[in-house]
C-alpha cells in the first residue's frame, strides 16, 4: 500500500497533490496518535475528536482530519535535502501538532461552532477542556522533536534548533491571533496591517512546515531559510485564498459556516483592499462596518450586500492578485534551493493546489 | 544593592528566606520583562496586569507578583553545581514563564475570580486574551532557554536538555490540571488519585524548579535527578499546604477567596483523607459531597459545616503531616548531592518557608 502510494507520485505533478497529502498524513498520523494516546483521559477523547478518528462518544470515525498540507510540506522539505522520510515525519507530526492547537484555542476565542463539518471541540466538552487540550499538544509538539534523537538518526543539536524555530513561529502565530482578535474592534484596518496579521498567523507556521525536515537534518542555514521564505510567501498565498474562500467559499465543499468571516466582521485582505479602495462601494462598506448597531445579529441579505460592495470595490480581485503574487514570489525562493527535480515538482504541485483549492 | 542583599544571605538560615525570594525576584524579574516587551499588544498589558507590575489601565503598580519561590529554587539550583546566578536566573525566568501561564488558564478554567487580592486577568480582559497571553507565555518559557547559548556560557545541548525537562513537567501539570477539573465532578476521589495529581500538577515543575540551573549547567544526571526528587516532594509538601490554606487559609492573608475549594467542590488532600477515614463525619461528608442540589451554592454555613466535618474525620491532622513527610523526604533527597553548606542550608531554609507558610 505505502509503495504504491510512493510509486503513485512519480506522474505529472499536479496528479501527486492527492497522492503526496495522502503520504504525509500516513507517515505523520502513526506519530500523532501515539503523542496523543499519552495523554491524561478526558484529553486523550477530545484530542481524537477533534483530529477527527472518533466521534463524541468515543467511536472511531471516519473524520475529516483536515487537508494534511503541512506534514506534506514537512515530509518534502527532508526529502529536499536527501534525509530520510522518518525525519520529515517527525517535523511535520510537530507541526500539526502546533497546528491543530492553533485551531482548538482559536475556534473557542473566535466563538466558531463548526469545524470540518462538525461541532467544534469547545462546544461538545466545553470551553476548558478544549483549552487544556489545546496547551497539551502545544507541548507535544516540543516533546515530539526533542525525543527524535532517541529512535532516530536526527541530532540533539538539530532538534535545538528545529525547537527554537518552531516555537518562534507558534510565538508569530500567537501575535498574529492577538492582531486578529483586535481587528474585529477596529473599523478599519490598512492592507499592511492585515498582511502583518496574516503573515505571523499563517506564513509563521508555513515557513516552518516548509523546512524543518531540513531543520532536522542539519541543513545549512542558507538552505533552511529560502525554504521559510517559499513557506512563508505560500502562507501569505494560503491565507489569501482562505480569506475569499471565508465570503465566497461554498459552505458544503469549506465546511465552515456560510458569511462566518463577514459576520464577525473580520478585517481579511478582501474587506481591507475594498476599504482601501475609496469608491462609492468602498465608501458604503466603510459605514456599515463603523455601525455598532446590529453588530453580530445582520441577516443573510445584509451580510450578501457586504459581500457584493467589497466586490465591487475591487476587494475579491484585488485578494486573488495578491495570492497569485505570493505564489509567484514563493516558487522564486524555491529556485534558490538545489534539490532533485521531482521534489520541486512536488513543492510546486502543493504550491499551486494551495492557489486553487475549493476548500 | 545587589551586594547587600547576597551578603544578607549568609546568616541564619531561616532569617535568609526574605532575602533569597527576593534575589530570586531581582534577578529574573528584567528577564521577564524583557520577554514579555516582545508580545503584540494587547498581550504585553495584558501579562504586565497578571504580575503584578501594572494596574488595569497600564499604569506602574507596587502589586504582589507571587511569593517568587520558583525563581529561588532555580538560582539555588545553579549555584549548587558551582553555576553563575545568571544561569539560574535564565532557568527561573522560564519556570516562572510556565508557572503564570498555567496560572493564566487554570483561572479561567477554574472560574477562580480572584488571585493575589486583585481580579484574575480573565474577568479583566476576557476569556480569549487571558488564553491567548497564557499560549504566548508558555511559548516565551521555550524561547528564554533555546536563546540562553546567544548570551552566557550555557551550551547548546544543555538549554535541550533544559527544554526537554521543562516541556515533561509542563505536560505532567496539564495532565495534573485535566484531572483535577474531573476530579470536581467525582464523589469521591481516593488519597492515592489525588497525590497523583498534586505530584502531575505542582510536583513537576517544582521539580524543575529545583534542578533547571544544574541542567542548564550541564550537570550529570545524577544530581539533576536527586535535585528533582528533592523538588518532586518539596512540591508535594507545598501542595499539602495549599490545600490546607484553601480551606483553613485566613483570605486577608492568602488573597484567595474564603472557602473557594469547597465551593467548587475540589477534591484536595483534606477532602480526599477525610472521606477515606469512614467514620460518623467522614460518612455525613460523603452524603454531602454526592448531593447535586445546591452544588456552587452552598451558603457560608454550609461550607462551614464542611469545614468542620473534614477536620472532625481528621482530614486536616493527615494532611499536615503528610506536608511533614514530604518535607522529609525532600531533604534526605537534597542530602544525596554534593554542594556547598551554605547553598544547602539555604534550599533547607526555602523548603522550610514552604511548610510553614500562610499564603
Redesign the interface.
Known sequence: MTDILYRSLDVLPHLAVPALLERGRTLCTPRLREAIG??????DTIAAYHFGWTDRDGQPAVGDGGKAVRPALAVLSAQAVGASLETGAIGGAAIELVHN?SLL?DD???GDETRRDRPTAWTVFG???A??V???L???A??VL?EAPDHSAVR??D??RA??RI??A??RM??????D??FEHHDRVTIEECLEMEG?KTGGLLACASSIGAVLAGADDAVVEALERFGHHLGLAFQAVDDLLGIWGDPQVTGKPHWGDLRQRKKSLPVSAALAEGGRASRRLTKLLADPEGRGYEDEQQLAERAALIEEAGGRAWTHEEACRQHKTALAALDEVPMPDMVREHFAALAAYIVRREK
Open positions: 499519552r495523554l491524561a483521559t478526558p484529553m492547537f484555542h473557542f476565542m473566535d470551553p476548558a477542556q483549552v487544556l489545546g496547551d497539551a502545544c507541548a507535544l516540543t516533546e526533542l540533539t543539536v532538534t535545538a525547537v527554537r516555537t518562534v507558534t510565538r500567537i501575535d498574529g491571533q492577538a492582531q482578535l483586535s505571523n
